[in-house]
C-alpha cells in the first residue's frame, strides 16, 4: 500500500496505495506482476538472462544538454511523449515545501504563444490525452496523441520549457486550488494522514520526510516570486529528459527535437543533487492516526533501505526478491500466514520503494479480520519476519519470484506509456538506460544467499511503526498521537 499514485492533472504522486510495487520495474510497465500459475509454479529458470528491456530504444543528447530517449512501437499511429525534469520536493529550497507540485499546476496556465490553457485545449480538440505528475524526485508531463500531432505537442512543450507566464491574478487562486486538494486529499484521508507522519518520523533530516504537496503553512506563503526562481533554476534543457515511444523513427525525433526544444538555450545550471544525510537513529519511532473515518485497522512498519541507485552489489534486486517472497501475491509467506492458513488477517504484504535517487523504502503491512487487533498482526510479522532471518528463502521461492517478476517486465513491454513511464523515471533517479535494459539479467543473478545477506542486513533493525485506528472518541476532529521511545531496542 505504498506507491505512486498518478491521476489526470492536477496530481501528486506521492500518494500512496496497495500495488506497493509501482516503484518496481514491472509494475512501472505492467501494474500488477500476476502471471498466473503456469508462469510461477515452476522452480525452474523459465527465461533466458539475455532478455533485454526495450532493445529497439535508442538514444542522443541535444547541443543544449537535453537528453533524448525513442523507443519506436508500430503497431499503431500514435506517440507518447513526456518531458521529464530532474527536480521534485527534495529538491525544494527549505520552507518552501510544495513549491514543485505547485509549479506543476502553474505550468499549465500558458505562455504569450499559448495562453490561457490553449496548450489544454489543443490536445482535448486533437483527441489527445495529457498528465502531469510530481514526486519526490522528478516532474512530468506526457501527451499522447496520434502521431501526426507529435510536432505539435513538441513545439508546445519547448515553449513551456522557457516561456512560463505568469501573474498574482494568476498564482493566487492556483494555491488556493493546491490547498483545497491538501485538504481533500491529505487531512481529511486517514491513511495519507498517517502515511504523510510516517514519512516525517522516517526520514528527519532527509528531505524526503516533507510531503509532495507540502506543509500547509508552508504551501500559504508560495507566491508568484518563489514559483519562477524554481522554474528559472530548473526547467532548463539541460536538467531534463525527453522520452517518445510510438509511430516514431529516431531521424525524424532528432530533426523534430533539434527544431523545437533545440533552441531553448541552457536557462540554468542546477548543480548536483546534495541532499542532506539521514543520520542512524536510536529507539523506536512509532505513529498512530486514530479517526472515525477508519474503516480497516492496519499496521505498517518500515526500514530505510538502499534503492536502485545508491544500492551496492546485488543488494537492490536481493531486496526486490525479497519484497516478493515476504509479501508479494496470494502464495506470499505473509499473505499465506496470516490471511489464509492463520485467517487473522484481511490482508497482508510487503513492498520495496527501489525508485529512488537517494535511499529507499523497504515495507511491511497487515490488516487485522474483526475479532483481532494490530498488537496481534505486529507480532506475527514478527514471528514471520524472524523465521526468515533464522532459516532463509527456498531455491523454489527465489526462481519462482524470478520467474514472475521476469514474465512481467517481458509481457508489459506491450505498454508503450509504461515504457515511457519506466525509462523516464529511472533517468531522473540516477539510473542508466543500461542499467534499466539490464535489469532481466540483474534479477536472473540472485542467489537464495543473496536475499537472506539483504534481509539480515536491513531488517534485523527497529523499523519505523504506523498504525491506523479506529476512533472511539466522539469529538469530530480526528486525533493524531505519536510516541517515540530513546530506549534503543535493535
Known sequence: MNPLQMKLHPTISHRLKRSARLFLLPALLLGSTAMGPALTASAEPLFSSDIVIAPNLESFTLENGLEVVVIPDRRA????????????????????????????????????????????????????????????DYTAYFQKVAKEHLPLMMKME???????????????????????????????????????AMSAITFVNH???SPVIGWQSEIEALNKDAAIDFYDRFY?????????????????????????????PRRAEPGDRVRPAEPPLSGERRVAVSDPRVRQESISQTWVVPSQTTGEGKTP?????????????????????????????????????SRALDDGRFGI???PRPGHTLEEMEQLISVEVKKLLDEGVTEDEVARAKNSMIASAIYAQDSQ??????????????QTIA????????????????????????LTGTPVYGELRFENQTEPEAALTSATNINDKS
Do not use: C
Request: charged share 25%; net charge negative; no cysteine.
Open 158 to 196: 519547448a515553449d513551456r520549457m522557457e516561456n512560463l507566464v505568469l501573474t498574482d491574478e494568476v498564482v493566487a487562486p492556483e494555491r488556493d486550488v493546491v490547498l483545497e486538494e491538501r485538504r481533500s486529499r491529505v487531512d481529511s484521508e486517514p491513511g495519507s494522514r498517517l502515511r504523510e
Open 417 to 430: 506509456s509504461g515504457l515511457a513511464r519506466l525509462f523516464g523515471s529511472a533517468l531522473t533517479t540516477g
Open 317 to 353: 534486486e536481493a531486496l526486490d526478491i525479497l519484497s516478493y517472497i515476504l509479501g508479494e501475491g496470494p502464495s506470499s509467506r505473509l499473505h499465506k500466514s496470516l490471511v489464509l492458513d492463520q485467517e487473522v488477517a484481511t490482508g497482508a504484504g510487503a513492498y520495496y520503494q
Open 236 to 264: 532548463t534543457p539541460n536538467n531534463a529528459v525527453l522520452v517518445i515511444a510510438g509511430d516514431v523513427d529516431v531521424d525524424t525525433v532528432r530533426k523534430l527535437a533539434e527544431d523545437t526544444y533545440g533552441k531553448v
Open 207 to 209: 528531505p524526503y520526510g
Open 365 to 367: 503491512y497487515a490488516a
Open 77 to 136: 499511429p500514435v506517440a507518447t511523449h513526456m518531458i521529464w525534469y530532474k527536480v521534485g520536493s527534495a529538491d525544494e529550497p527549505e520552507g518552501q515545501s510544495g513549491v514543485a507540485h505547485f509549479l506543476e499546476h502553474l505550468m499549465f496556465k500558458g505562455t504569450k504563444a499559448h495562453p490561457d490553457g490553449a496548450f489544454s485545449k489543443m490536445i482535448a480538440e486533437r483527441g489527445g490525452q495529457e498528465n502531469a505528475f510530481t514526486s519526490l
Open 435 to 458: 542499467d534499466v535494459q539490464s535489469w532481466p539479467a540483474q534479477i536472473g543473478s540472485i542467489t537464495a544467499q543473496d536475499v537472506l545477506d539483504a534481509a539480515r542486513e536491513y
